[in-house]
């Protein structure tokens, strides 16, 4: 069974001076503050290799700062213990993985209500909710497919379902847009702001295309947190 | 169902190639010491139940294991024969009653036993259809011969020559088939029956032919008591009711072959007599099955235990083979264990999946073995029979 972090204050993503560094290697990384409030979006924007997924990865607790903190509601996630951190991961946080990380061996169905099957909650609201989503992302013809069968447009897209169908108050994107062309690519995006805002999340998305930059509340480069 | 009984069935069932294959030579390792088990059992109650259903058995001095198995499995072990005049010998004996065995041709691999109708009165042998033995030249085949080659009473049987190319050897005799023995599940099911006679006649030592007093073109020399025949001398491989009165013997019947006489004393007083009476013997043995049986079993309880032991070293290796094959599987989809942690899914989770994986795979492989027990309980007695 889960454990639930319950969040007195589900209102916003803070972080106050973050600091990282691979172990033996020169790519520093500092976020002297941060502040997203609910509903709101923010863009992280950089050249390859600048730390955006290094950055993702710290705010959702996959990686550990070495120093600083990083606040998702009333929940400070740099001092939950790792199975805190997967509770609170699977309870209130939507991910899309740059490499999708789906199952291969399930359908777009099972893939999409995974994370609801792990909480216990895969009833017949979310699969309405997962249909929703799949005919806005124009993968509702696949959903008894396995993901092995799909293009690469098709499985970023139910990665996006996936990250959605649990309704998060936060949703981190890690470039959710790369494999699609651009008409696609703009129908994910606005899915994504649309959802957000809709429901007052917190979104984060790391994005290559400038284009899609005025869309969001804020916009972080990367170049102005390395080596700070 | 829980999540992470749901995510591992779809994995194995998913895998299932993969799953059975590996359910597969599991069942298979675990199952094989069990089968063995069956088998033997099988095999020991099945040779004991012969064994002690016949009380003495008579033969020329040899291999007492040989003379056992010609006379209850009817096997052709080359034994020296006794002559027919120990029968005679024997039945002076008012406390014992004799039958002669002569096992020495075949009908297309299926033994010819030549022998007395005390035989099937003995083993309580019933017929199923047709009559017994009437005449010089008839048999009676058992349940599964009868079955195998669609014989019927009217039918016919023919022997098998002892040696194929031997043009001056024994021709081959057609034998009519009188009547089919009811089945009782020993090797009387798959032989063929015939009088003593005939199996001295399948042998050469009798023959019937044309009448040469009748035709003289046929004869080679007329001599005082005795007539000739030349090479134009029809000679019969069909005994007729219009021919039987044309056959006859050659020289002294007492010391026609018999290969074994089963011995039924009285009681356990004419049983030791016997048994003193033929430990003296230089060129013949008396036998009890029952005890050439048991030692017979002890070979094979010892073969069972080396057997077993092998069969446990490849169950432990096969035991630490599926170990590494799971543990590299996991290795292998590392990737995939890592995406259900990030996306949330407790370490307790995974684990729980893992062990499913593992319950799954070993429950097909318990369930594949117990079809392979009940297949070696089915198909004992028939392995048996091939066997022997």
Known sequence: ?228 | MSAAFQLAARYVLRHRLQSVLLAGALGLVFALPFCLRVLIDHAQRELRARAAATPQIIGARGSALDLMMTALYFKRENLTPLPFGTLAELRQNPSAAAIPLHVRFQAQQAPIVGTELDYFAFRGLRLAAGKQITRLGDCVVGANLAKQRGLQPGGHVFSTPELAFDMAGVYPLKMRVNGVLAPNGTPDDDAVFVDLKTSWLIEGRSHGHDDLKKDESVVLKQEEHNIVGNAAVRMFNEVTDANIASFHFHGDIAAYPVSAVIVLPQDAKAEALLAGQFARSKDRQLIRPRDEMESLLAQLVRLEGFAASALLLTATAALLVTALVFALSFRLRQREFQTLEDVGVSRRSLLTVKVLEIVFVGFAAVVLGLLLLMLASFAAPHLLRWAL
């Open chain 1, 1 to 228: 069974m889960q454990r639930i972090v319950r969040m007195s204050d589900p209102s916003g993503l803070h972080v106050t001076d973050l600091r990282f560094a691979y172990p033996g290697d020169s790519f520093r990384l500092h976020v002297p503050g941060l502040k997203l409030a609910a509903g709101q979006a923010l863009a992280l924007a950089g050249p390859s290799g600048a730390g955006k997924s290094t950055l993702v990865r710290l705010l959702t607790g996959l990686l550990t700062p070495n120093a600083g903190q990083v606040r998702l509601g009333s929940a400070q996630i740099d001092t939950l213990n790792r199975e805190q951190c997967r509770a609170f991961r699977l309870q209130h946080i939507g991910l899309v993985f740059q490499d999708f990380a789906l199952l291969d061996y399930l359908s777009v169905t099972e893939n999409i209500l995974l994370p609801h099957q792990f909480k216990g909650s895969a009833g017949a609201l979310t699969r309405k909710k997962a249909q929703e989503l799949a005919e806005r992302l124009q993968i509702d013809r696949y959903l008894d497919k396995r993901v092995s069968q799909l293009s690469q447009g098709e499985r970023q897209r139910v990665a996006v379902a996936r990250a959605l169908v649990h309704e998060p108050r936060f949703i981190f994107a890690d470039e959710p847009t790369a494999s699609l062309d651009p008409s696609r690519g703009r129908i994910v995006v606005d899915l994504l702001l649309e959802d957000a805002r809709q429901r007052g999340a917190c979104l984060v998305m790391v994005t290559h295309d400038p284009n899609l930059l005025p869309l969001f509340d804020q916009t972080v480069r990367m170049e102005d947190l390395l080596n700070a």
